[in-house]
């Protein structure tokens, strides 16, 4: 996982999630 992500999960990590993933 890269690190970026690692932050940007922290305040929404299942909005966030659900955008990688599309």
Not at 8 to 18: D, I, R, W
Request: aromatic share 10%; charged share 20%.
């Amino acid at each position: 996982v890269k690190p970026w992500i690692k932050t940007s999960l922290a305040p929404g990590s299942g909005v966030v999630t659900k955008y990688l993933l599309k």
